[in-house]
């Protein structure tokens, strides 16, 4: 039963980093263009990667 | 540096560190991937650009400069060469565009989200001991202590924005939703931690944070739609209110925003622009519309020395003016400040969900008291006594209030924004249902805004459509727009508040003014226009403002709903009378100047009638907001747009009528929540006070309660078909 002074704090610990990495997006600008950020992997940069087929 | 253009834009440049300097467009038509590509190529190729980076969410495109010395008009000159308008964004709105408020409630959010999922962990243990599992009282108190360690500091960080909101409103003596939630939550954690310590079974941290959490999502809709409609209405006066052509002393024009235009500016205004400022006229000769301004249909021709008011449309000829007044004290700005005065009556506005609030806390708080008072005088226990008033307080958290309102208003106006109109509050939408009459502008609301010609004769419109075509006057497009044909007159020459000549087929021609055709006549009090070939007789054509194709319906379905129907306009009395008999209306008022519609309005209101105004022109703006509901039409001055509560776009009315269903609807959703969430107390308190309630019953009860009322806000994207 003692593991349970292990487990919870390492569960607890998680999802602390779960909510550090929620707290850099938010300061990372990443919620203000959500429209913009899917439509930019689309664009083509040119040159790199293998050739698209059809 | 500027050798491709002569405008100058630089005004709208705000410096960043390091000597760079960055700019906010608006640009208009950006949809995809492609668009986004080729905007920021564009943007990036231009001399001076370091960095140009496209928002698709809100539209804006953000370019840096390297050096302070970037010019703007070169970047708007390629997107505009690309298809794609733009449009500089003034410097003091682009900051307000940073939504910290936002930011800050959405943190709040994901704390208690995680503060939830994780005290709910400790708490099932818990909540298995409840059901006779075996569970000591030592790992009991173990699994309360972690659950407050998790739980409690997220309900205080999540909680924040409650609390202040909260104290705010007290020390403002009134008492609004935060009130109520506030004291729950506090008092929650603070028995939580009593019994903890006394090793009691009643804690409530998950309890406190799952509110918290349920409530935060109401709270972050709402501000997403208030933040919203403001930024949609910040677009449109950036897309409304352009920059002003100040000419500098060396004769280079110099795009300036209107607000800091100077008196003694000399300014440019070109045929299609709007005077930005209360000037004199210095050189040249124009057709004034002054339709949004005064209601006025027909057009005033004014010259050298004669003074023209901010506001009025340019149509014919280019002009320079000399400012006599900033924009804060033009013509516009006495109307600005009635704006002023009708907003501030608005905002006594008591909203429902306060209103709820009013009678709840009160009934709830007494109730607790009764509990903890009556329980210990029938003879339990005062520690089980106060117990059970506190678990009162927690069952009867007005979940439903906070959390109901936001859902169903902001389900609402998603609906309203795919039928083309833009709801600026949820407030908006709660007084929209409660309109009881109907007040309409005439000119650009029952009718278009603009002339079209009566009694078309093909043969006539054909000859006179060559020189009708190389005007750009109002009359002359709309009598160009009846004829197919392309031709053009040669040698054209216009003569501002005359008409336009040219030679037709070699033979020369006039369209105007009466006189400037060369007929002798009484002056006609219909919109006309003549045309004749030198020496021919002369041919009339009438025009008249056009009805709304769905104007007579709407006003049918109005009434229909039991909604009495009025015009004020500040056109003359035979135009308001025709229209008001082409709508079957049968009060209508007319020459009305901006005061009298004010009071118009105010004297309705006295009566005790909840007034729904909508209107598009300036000289509507100051009734737009004195009225219970104001809403104008996309086509509206941004000073009308700005006072309503409501825009619509598109060319029908039917928009009035559809928005008035769904504000309806919603404010009998959230009505029905209301009703659901007492009924709900009713049930619970009582539970509550018989002792009843344990914290596994708590968190079952809230938040299933807060999913039934949000599923029911839901039902709401059915109403205003």
């Known amino acids: ?54 | 540096m500027t050798a491709t253009t002569s405008e100058d834009f630089s005004a709208f440049l705000r410096p960043q560190g390091q000597g760079t300097s960055s700019l906010d467009l608006l640009v208009k038509g950006a949809r995809c991937a492609g668009c986004m590509a080729k905007i920021e190529q564009a943007a990036g190729k231009a001399p001076g650009v370091s960095a140009a980076r496209m928002n698709l969410t809100s539209g804006k495109l953000s370019v840096t400069f390297e050096g302070a010395d970037g010019d703007p008009a070169v970047v708007i000159a390629a997107l505009d060469a690309l298809g794609y308008p733009a449009t500089p964004f003034d410097p003091a709105q682009a900051a307000a565009a940073h939504d910290r408020e936002g930011r800050r409630l959405l943190m709040a959010m994901a704390v208690a989200a995680f503060g939830a999922a994780n005290a709910m962990m400790f708490s099932v243990p818990l909540w298995a001991g409840l059901f006779g599992q075996e569970l000591g009282p030592a790992t009991r108190t173990f699994m309360q202590w972690a659950s407050a360690l998790v739980g409690a500091p997220c309900a205080i960080f999540a909680g924040a924005p409650f609390f202040e909101s909260a104290w705010r409103s007290v020390k403002a003596r009134r008492a609004n939703m935060d009130v109520p939630i506030s004291i729950g939550v506090i008092l929650t954690l603070a028995i939580s931690f009593v019994e903890t310590l006394q090793h009691g079974r009643d804690a409530y941290f998950d309890a406190a944070v799952s509110l918290l959490f349920l409530l935060l999502i109401g709270r972050w809709l709402d501000h997403r739609l208030r933040t919203r409609a403001r930024s949609a209405a910040a677009d449109l006066l950036a897309l409304q209110a352009p920059a002003a052509s100040v000419l500098g002393p060396d004769g280079r024009e110099r795009r300036t925003p209107v607000s800091e235009v100077a008196v003694g500016d000399l300014i440019l205004v070109r045929p299609g622009e709007r005077v930005p400022v209360d000037g004199e006229i210095q050189v040249g000769v124009s057709d004034f519309d002054n339709a949004l301004l005064t209601g006025e249909t027909t057009p005033q021709t004014l010259g050298p020395t004669q003074a023209c008011r901010a506001g009025a449309l340019s149509l014919t000829g280019t002009i320079r003016m000399r400012a006599t007044a900033r924009s804060e004290d033009s013509a516009v700005a006495a109307i600005a400040r009635l704006v002023e005065a009708g907003a501030q009556s608005k905002s006594a506005y008591v909203r429902l969900a306060d209103k709820a609030a009013a009678i709840y806390v009160p009934v709830v708080h007494a109730a607790a008291a009764l509990t903890f008072v009556g329980g210990w005088a029938l003879g339990v226990d005062p520690r089980e006594a106060l117990l059970r008033a506190v678990a009162v307080l927690i069952i009867t958290c007005p979940c439903a209030l906070g959390l109901a309102v936001p859902a169903v208003q902001i389900t609402a106006s998603a609906r309203l924004f795919r039928k083309g109109v833009l709801v600026k509050s949820g407030a908006a939408l709660e007084r929209l249902a409660e309109i009881d009459h109907v007040v309409f502008d005439k000119t650009g609301v029952l009718t278009l805004g603009r002339p079209m010609l009566i009694d078309p004769a093909p043969a006539t419109i054909a000859m006179a459509a060559p020189l009708a075509r190389a005007s750009s006057h109002p009359l002359a497009r709309a009598l160009a727009n009846e004829d197919p044909g392309k031709d053009m007159a040669t040698d054209v020459k216009e003569t501002p508040g005359g008409g336009v000549e040219g030679r037709i087929g070699g033979r020369l021609a006039r369209l105007g003014r009466a006189d400037f055709v060369g007929v002798r006549g009484p002056v006609s009090a219909e919109t006309e226009l003549w045309f004749g070939f030198e020496g021919d007789t002369k041919v009339r054509f009438c025009f008249q403002d056009q009805l709304r194709p769905d104007a007579r319906r709407t006003i049918d379905e109005l009434r229909a709903r039991g909604l009495t129907v009025e015009i004020l306009s500040g056109d003359g009395p035979g135009p308001v009378q025709a229209i008001a008999r082409a709508v079957g209306v049968d009060h209508w008022r007319a020459s009305l100047s901006p005061t009298d519609k004010v009071s118009a309005i105010a004297e309705l209101a006295a009566a005790g009638r909840k007034v729904l105004m909508v209107g598009d022109g300036l000289n509507d703006a100051a009734a737009l907001a004195k009225a219970h509901a104001g809403m104008a039409p996309g086509t509206a001055l941004d000073a009308s747009q700005n006072a309503a509560d409501l825009v619509f776009s598109g060319e029908g009315l039917g928009a009035v009528r559809i928005s008035i269903d769904v504000a309806r609807a919603a404010r009998h959703r959230a009505l029905e929540n209301f009703g659901f969430s007492a009924l709900y107390n009713l049930v619970a308190a009582p539970a509550a006070m018989f002792g009843l309630i344990n914290p596994f019953v708590a968190a079952l009860a809230m938040s299933g309660s807060s999913l039934v009322v949000t599923l029911n806000a839901l039902r709401m994207s059915r109403a205003g078909r």
């Open chain 1, 1 to 54: 039963m003692s593991i349970i002074f292990l487990l919870a704090p390492f569960s607890i610990l998680l999802a602390l980093v779960g909510l550090a990495a929620f707290w850099w997006t938010l300061r990372h600008n990443q919620y203000d263009d959500p429209a913009g950020d899917a439509a930019r992997i689309l664009i083509d940069d040119g040159g790199e990667g293998p050739p698209g087929r059809l």
